[in-house]
């Protein structure tokens, strides 16, 4: 924490903590909000792809077969 104010106050930036606290604030639920934006996003395709495995909509069955029987590549 020192070594952060230092270089702002090289600078010759004024250190005010409140501002500071509440940036970090806002960066940290920024971040959170993210993560909760990635982990919806990530529970709803896993949902579409049990629904998927589920009902066989929109599953190709050759394609499965060959990924089975030669593994997954690019």
């Given at each position: 924490m020192h070594?952060?104010?230092e270089a702002l106050r090289s600078r010759g930036e004024p250190v005010?903590?409140?501002e500071l606290v509440v940036r970090g604030a806002r960066e940290r639920l920024r971040e959170?909000?993210?993560k909760r934006d990635l982990d919806n996003?990530?529970?709803?395709?896993?949902?579409?792809l049990?629904?998927?495995?589920?009902?066989g909509d929109g599953l190709d069955a050759d394609?499965?077969?060959?990924?089975?029987e030669h593994g997954w590549s690019h």
């Open positions: 070594e952060a104010l005010r903590l409140s959170l909000d993210e996003c990530n529970r709803e395709l896993r949902g579409q049990v629904e998927q495995l589920h009902t394609a499965a077969y060959e990924v089975r």
